[in-house]
T-cell receptor, first 112, second 108 residues
Framework: NAGVTQTPKFQVLKTGQSMTLQCAQDMNHEYMSWYRQDPGMGLRLIHYSVGAGITDQGEVPNGYNVSRSTTEDFPLRLLSAAPSQTSVYFC???????????FGQGTRLTVV | RKEVEQDPGPFNVPEGATVAFNCTYSNSASQSFFWYRQDCRKEPKLLMSVYSSGNEDGRFTAQLNRASQYISLLIRDSKLSDSATYLCVVTGWGKLIFGQGTELSVKP
């Protein structure tokens, strides 16, 4: 019962470094999305995908890239990390945008 | 204006109390509505979907008023284990949008 798997769970980056947060789901869900959560801000949508080969921007896309080459995987790339990207990142998947979303356990990222 | 807005928290209530959370949304074309629960530093999980006719799941009752673009969650007979952050979630323009969450703390 893997569900949604996010890696890594914790990461410390130096300003200017790049990295990829991995997200994989084994439920054959078409809809996948990435959120960041900051204190008092709730979850804010970074990017989302309605299926393989299709991605779109959310509320806070700057500084992040995504791709969706397969149904299972939806990696999030930080191009040049900044302290403002210190946050908890969650990946989610669902059959469609209108059905229950299942979340990964989150990645706690600190940029110093 | 935020797309989804919730009551500011935190709510501190004694065990056995009834507590209500409110949420408003801005997109009149929104199709689906949910309440998620998030325990401290963990991933959100679905508590219940919200239907136009209103729906109940044990001690939890959710209501939707499309005309007023308003969603509510009522928790009866609060338990210590209900302590968490409750997130109002709405779909709109192909996106799943979260409110900022309302923290509930149930005390003995």
């Amino acid at each position: 019962n893997a569900g949604v798997t996010q890696t890594p769970k914790f990461q410390v980056l130096k300003t200017g470094q790049s990295m990829t947060l991995q997200c994989a789901q084994d439920m054959n869900h078409e809809y996948m999305s990435w959120y960041r959560q900051d204190p008092g801000m709730g979850l804010r949508l970074i990017h989302y995908s309605v299926g393989a080969g299709i991605t779109d921007q959310g509320e806070v896309p700057n500084g992040y890239n995504v791709s969706r080459s397969t149904t299972e995987d939806f990696p999030l790339r930080l191009l040049s990390a900044a302290p403002s990207q210190t946050s908890v990142y969650f990946c989610a998947s669902s059959e469609t945008v209108n059905t229950e979303a299942f979340f990964g356990q989150g990645t706690r990222l600190t940029v110093v | 204006r935020k797309e989804v807005e919730q009551d500011p928290g935190p709510f501190n209530v004694p065990e056995g109390a009834t507590v209500a959370f409110n949420c408003t949304y801005s997109n009149s074309a929104s199709q689906s509505f949910f309440w998620y629960r998030q325990d401290c530093r963990k991933e959100p999980k679905l508590l219940m979907s919200v239907y136009s006719s209103g729906n109940e799941d044990g001690r939890f009752t959710a209501q939707l008023n499309r005309a007023s673009q308003y969603i509510s969650l009522l928790i009866r007979d609060s338990k210590l284990s209900d302590s968490a952050t409750y997130l109002c979630v709405v779909t709109g323009w192909g996106k799943l949008i979260f409110g900022q969450g309302t923290e509930l703390s149930v005390k003995p």
